[in-house]
């Protein structure tokens, strides 16, 4: 029998569908070289991910300390104010019971019956009969004794931190001196009239409080 000889286009036919079948098998090839390539970028990331607290020091894995916050850490406490200071650490008590009769009055002038005129007032005055104690109003050395041309007898008692009690219209000298370490209520003096400023007056303690030898009002420090 005689066999027909094959056609040019079956040949090119042929060739075609082998060309399609070597792209197809590459592009398989190629897909799958890409996703083992994702798989693998995945696998690094996540290993860099883990390894990131991680510090290579002499050949030994070391992990980064994380910074903690200690709940029980002691707040600062606020600040204090000098004033506020400055009564805690002084408080004095009463240095003679009695009416006050004149209130301190630095910068307003009241009326002096016995200059018939208008002054300021540097202390309170506390009216009690003649010779009745006078006591120290807190703890501290008797810094000054003496007789002053307007208030009389005078003692200054200094407590510290810039201080000073002043207890002035007396009645004597005789109980301390100066030097002497007094405690806080102890008798230092009595009741007097020795005041020229206040001598129509009746008998009282006029009782100073300076701080840093300016005139503040006791009641401040009076407890």
Do not use: W
């Amino acid at each position: 029998m005689r066999l027909n000889p094959k056609k040019p286009n079956d040949r090119v036919a042929v060739a075609l569908v082998l060309c399609f079948c070597v792209v197809a098998i590459a592009s398989i090839f190629t897909m799958k070289s890409n996703f083992d390539q994702l798989n693998l970028d995945d696998d690094d990331n996540i290993n860099i991910a883990q390894d990131d607290n991680m510090i290579d020091q002499g050949g030994q894995d070391v992990v980064k300390p994380v910074p903690t916050i200690d709940s029980t850490a002691q707040k600062p406490e606020p600040a204090e104010t000098p004033g506020t200071k400055e009564k805690k650490a002084t408080s004095f008590t009463v240095p003679l019971e009695g009416k006050v009769v004149k209130e301190f009055s630095k910068d307003v002038p009241i009326y002096s019956p016995t200059l018939d005129q208008f002054i300021v007032h540097t202390g309170v005055d506390i009216e009690a009969p003649t010779d009745t104690p006078v006591l120290a109003a807190g703890d501290g050395t008797i810094t000054k004794v003496y007789n002053d041309d307007k208030l009389g007898i005078t003692i200054e008692i200094a407590h510290g931190d810039g201080i000073v009690t002043r207890y002035s219209n007396l009645s004597t000298t005789k109980m301390i001196g100066e030097g002497d370490v007094v405690k806080k209520g102890q008798a230092i003096s009595g009741v007097g009239s020795s005041s020229l400023f206040e001598s129509l007056e009746t008998p009282h303690l006029h009782f100073e409080v300076l701080k840093d030898g300016i005139p503040i009002d006791p009641s401040s420090y009076i407890r």
